[in-house]
């Protein structure tokens, strides 16, 4: 049945929605774009430009077997509609079905033989199916119809599939013959931004909107350059340019959002999100953004409520339901428990990060429910998959310990003692994740000479800074050895003077990034009288809660026990070497200790940071403040025994990880000892 004739208005009408998701989808806010699609749809669902949009966002979203049910519903209407086509054997090829596909891109290039992008994707048919003489001919002939066109083609394929080299030339060759493409000019700086070279990506897309000042895409690409370099102030005057251009579009304000919530202006955040969703009521990324913001200032019923209208009108988006499992004091009901186990059993339609997702909060309501067997099964599902997208190296881990210790060796820190500045301000948290850092933090925060801040970047941007001071590409640690007193002396300076936006007028402030460890010899040199705490726990419950922690980003050590258990020994052999060559510098704070002596550590606690008493920091449940931590419910609300030795519950389970970190584990107490120790 072929669409009926339209009247202008309706022409017009649904011109403005398909320009409107087709914009939300360029800059990168697929979910918004899909939304957009769905809701035009029931008014305008025979057309057919709609449709494939809608199908184009879902191959974007890896979802290809539901992309080929809207270009299929095209195709029923009109059988020889190229972008259906197209469409079609995009969707095989991303379904790994090349020889299917071959066939509609064969059809749609007869239809449309001047589309270089259509030749593009036979290529890759054929390229697929073993026919190299027949691919090569299909990009000869792309390049021969439209040479810019196929270059930024190709280069969004591989930027895709993160060939950021490949991406990188064929852009510098379309810009060598445009070279003001702002086409080409944001996708270069996307490049840049992947490949961590902000400063590149900054200029690129300020050269770009200078080319185009109404280019609302650049704008928010730049806000979020501005945002990843903590530039919050540039980010803000930079996204207001977007909103002012573009009040209604919602990835916008979302955006805002996510720079204030970043900044820690935690209310003006959530009017950020809520302004989006004025827009679009079901947006995912302002949904799922309001939900962190309240769970970070313990405003938790209210943070469970937009995580739920999240997963109500995205069903299939596992970030939501781990941002909910990972409260750690919530709980599922039978409806959200049915969902996720359909989700992993869907092997076609579910891509792996929301996969990861689900795996993790079944893993914590399985736990929750006592079934640890069927918890750890989840749990060690979502790691395996996880591990296959992260990078780590643990011989690199021990190479990179082992010249840190033999750089930092007590003469050469007592060589230059006193270099550094001086002033006492930090309190430096340090030790593995899930260890009780987080504890100790709300503890501290809980003084009125103390602020709690935030796991701050600053002392690995000193590190940088010493690596980018040395024109003969001498590197950090050995870097270290020949800088000159005022070097030393500019470091903690500036280190200071970064950590300022993070602080109000409290004389002591907190850094809380755990793997900050590693850099404790840098940080008496650069900062001598800075205060270290190193929280400790048993090293099973210590490694258990890291592998069952889905992080956001980082600590790629964590999703396997043989890698968690070798991070371990690596992270027990450098602290050893710190108190050895730095005898008092660093206060070990045992969970265990804290659980069975609140008030003896809290007092040892104050003591080595150089602070009166105060009864509030036993009330540390009291304090009200943004908490950024996967522990965040957990330190509100006084200290409990339930979580000690709580890796009993799955000692099956961890025998490797037993077998790793025997060398610790035989010299503790027995009662702290696995059985197969004796």
Avoid at 425 to 453: C, F, K, W
Wanted: net charge negative; charged share 25%.
């Amino acid at each position: 049945m072929r669409p009926q004739a339209r009247s202008e208005q309706e022409v017009a009408a649904i011109r403005a929605a398909y320009d409107r998701a087709r914009q939300v989808m360029q800059a990168g806010d697929l979910d918004e774009a899909e939304l957009q699609c769905r809701g035009a749809i029931p008014r305008f669902g025979r057309d057919p430009n709609l449709l494939c949009l809608l199908g184009e966002i879902l191959i974007r979203q890896r979802k290809p077997q539901e992309a080929r049910t809207w270009f299929g519903k095209t195709l029923k209407m009109l059988p020889d509609f190229p972008r259906a086509l197209e469409g079609t054997g995009l969707a095989l090829l991303a379904e790994r079905n090349p020889a299917d596909a071959l066939a509609f891109l064969q059809k749609a290039a007869s239809l449309v033989p001047q589309r270089a992008k259509t030749q593009l994707a036979l290529a890759r048919a054929f390229s697929q199916t073993g026919h190299g003489a027949e691919a090569e001919q299909a990009i000869e002939r792309a390049f021969r119809l439209d040479p810019s066109r196929a270059a930024l083609a190709e280069a969004t394929d591989a930027h895709a599939a993160g060939d950021l080299d490949k991406a990188e030339k064929l852009i510098r060759q379309v810009l060598s013959e445009q070279p003001r493409s702002v086409s080409a000019m944001r996708l270069l700086a996307q490049v840049a931004m992947d490949a961590s070279r902000p400063r590149a990506a900054i200029e690129l897309l300020q050269r770009t909107v200078k080319l185009a000042p109404g280019f609302v895409l650049a704008w928010n690409d730049l806000a979020n350059a501005w945002m990843k370099e903590e530039r919050f102030d540039l980010a803000l005057e930079t996204v207001a340019h977007a909103i002012e251009l573009d009040p209604e579009m919602p990835h916008s304000h979302m955006i805002r959002g996510n720079i204030l919530a970043k900044a820690q202006r935690h209310e003006e955040a959530i009017e950020a999100y809520r302004a989006a969703l004025e827009n679009s009521p079901r947006h995912m990324g302002a949904l799922s953004g309001l939900g962190h913001v309240l769970k970070t200032i313990g405003r938790t019923d209210e943070s469970i409520e937009a995580y739920r209208s999240c997963i109500q009108a995205h069903p299939a988006f596992g970030e939501a339901y781990w941002s909910m499992a990972n409260l750690k004091t919530f709980e599922f009901n039978p409806e959200e428990v049915e969902v996720m186990l359909k989700m992993v059993q869907d092997d076609a339609r579910v891509a792996d990060e929301p996969r990861v997702n689900f795996r993790y909060s079944l893993g914590k309501h399985f736990e929750n429910e006592g079934d640890y067997a069927t918890a750890f099964g989840h749990y060690r599902a979502g790691a395996d998959l996880r591990r296959t997208h992260e990078m780590y190296d643990p011989v690199q881990t021990q190479v990179i310990h082992d010249r840190i210790i033999q750089t930092f060796s007590r003469a050469f820190l007592e060589e230059r003692e006193g270099w550094g500045d001086p002033r006492p301000d930090p309190i430096l948290i340090v030790g593995l994740p899930r260890s009780g850092s987080t504890l100790i933090e709300q503890i501290l925060a809980s003084h009125s000479q103390v602020e709690g801040t935030a796991e701050l970047p600053d002392l690995s941007r000193a590190i940088r800074d010493i690596n980018r001071s040395r024109e003969d590409r001498a590197e950090y640690p050995e870097a270290v050895a020949d800088l000159p007193r005022e070097a030393i002396l500019e470091l903690g300076e500036r280190y200071l003077q970064r950590t300022r936006r993070y602080r109000t007028n409290t004389p002591f402030f907190i850094d809380k990034m755990p793997n900050n460890f590693a850099a404790i010899g840098l940080l008496h040199l650069i900062l001598p009288n800075a205060k270290v705490i190193n929280a400790r726990r048993h090293p099973l419950d210590s490694c258990l809660g890291s592998y069952k922690q889905l992080f956001f980003k980082g600590q790629a050590f964590t999703y396997d026990l043989f890698e968690l258990g070798q991070y371990y020994l690596q992270y027990q052999r450098i602290m050893d070497h710190w108190h050895e060559v730095l005898p008092g510098k660093v206060l070990d704070v045992r969970y265990e200790d804290m659980v069975h002596d609140q008030e003896g550590q809290t007092r040892r606690l104050l003591e080595h940071c150089g602070l009166e008493w105060e009864d509030q920091c036993l009330r540390f449940y009291e304090t009200e403040r943004a908490i950024n931590t996967a522990s965040s419910e957990q330190v509100r609300q006084p200290i409990y025994t339930k979580a000690l030795n709580f890796w009993r519950n799955y000692e099956a389970e961890l025998a490797e990880l037993i077998t790793i970190l025997e060398p610790l584990l035989k010299d503790m107490p027995e009662a702290d000892r696995p059985a197969s120790l004796g």
